[in-house]
């Protein structure tokens, strides 16, 4: 679909398989924040103190915030957001169901390097879009000064007890694993959103070895994320 | 407490029992707030749709947010805002165990109702404040417009379904008694609060008769919000 010769960056609205794709792409943003409230809702509970607990149900309440202007911009493009977000569904609770953390601070690590992860992959992508959508993307990846309460309590907890720090490396490398092989499912089935990336006859994509530089880039960003929180990647 | 000669309305910070009395109101609200987050956030999962779900979700995030405003106050009076709150984990937390929605229908009630008789309860005592913590209350209280799917629910799930609606209008009285039950522990335990209420000796407070009157309010507004929902109360 990408082939289509009008193809074009300047609006969303102009070509029906950029649409389907910058549909695609905040129907999965848009089920990314869902599902992170949820997950983060949950691991809530496994906070030590009502003050930790807070942190994390505001971390989630951000999440959610976002899904509102996604689903407007959705509409606009004349889909249903809810329809949208469907074929995401799957993947992102798989991805969920796989990662489930064992305890508060795999929890923690999870908000973090997840969100983290989720964020650069989006704005690289936003990269290829037209203004108005890619503003609206880098906008609901802004997610607020919550995150460095996070990389306090991860590094204070380590320094207590180190065998905490091998088991949170482990922890981080699995995330990112997982995360890979849901990209890799969610690539392989919406073929618009994968044209987004690749581009078009008129107009710029990345070829295999720009893909590969892009993957390079996000493990290099997980790597210091990682290292942030004052863990090997 | 009330007692005190130099009991003010004028600010929370002038009178050590006023102060109290305030701390203990914003501690009881915030806590109240978190927990509501915590169970909307669980009932969203029994949201038999997307949009459902994302429709608590937002009631849920929408509490949580006010947190912040109430936890700021009780810091600018000079107590920690999560003590202020410890107090009151153990009758919310109650409430919610004894209040557990066996589905999403009664989950739905429970927000509406519970959330309503709550704001009204602290409008009321709202009435016995001074200016900026009275603004500080209704703030809070603001429920934004997502009450109005709720309505829109379970006004169409009775019609669809008769049975549903004896056992709705039961659930509504359990909550009502529940909350009661809870709020009399509450009154019993916080001397400062309840004399809030009863006022002081140049203080305005409540008589028995005039307490009578607010809980005769308080249940025919309960029962406003049952008729609003299709509902007998």
């Known amino acids: 679909m990408a082939e289509s010769a009008d193809a074009t960056l300047s609006s969303a609205d102009a070509d029906p398989a950029y649409r389907e794709a910058v549909v695609d792409l905040l ?15 949950e691991d ?3 906070a030590p103190t009502l003050a930790d607990k807070v942190d994390l149900a505001t971390m989630a309440s951000t999440e959610l915030t976002k899904v509102h202007a996604l689903s407007d911009r959705i509409r606009e493009l004349g889909a249903d957001p809810f329809v949208a977000m469907e074929p995401f569904r799957e993947p992102l609770d798989e991805f969920h169901r796989h990662t489930a953390p064992a305890d508060w601070y795999e929890g923690l690590v999870k908000a973090y390097v997840g969100d983290g992860l989720a964020n650069d992959f989006y704005r690289e992508i936003a990269a290829y879009l037209d203004p108005a959508t890619r503003d609206l993307v880098i906008t609901s990846m802004e997610t607020g000064t919550h995150a460095a309460f996070v990389v306090d309590r991860v590094r204070a907890a380590i320094a207590e007890d180190h065998r905490l720090h091998g088991r949170l490396a482990l922890w981080g490398r699995r995330l990112m694993g997982e995360a890979l092989t849901q990209a890799q499912r969610v690539a392989a089935d919406r073929d618009a959103l994968t044209a987004l990336l690749s581009g078009g006859v008129d107009r710029p994509g990345l070829d295999l070895a720009a893909m ?13 994320r990682m290292g942030e929180l004052g863990l090997d990647a």
Chains 1, 2 share one sequence.
């Open 44 to 46: 809530a509970k496994l």
């Open 27 to 41: 129907g999965v943003i848009a089920y990314g924040e869902i599902s992170a409230f949820e997950r983060l809702a």
């Open 212 to 224: 590969g530089r892009m993957f390079t880039r996000l493990t290099e960003r997980h790597m210091e």
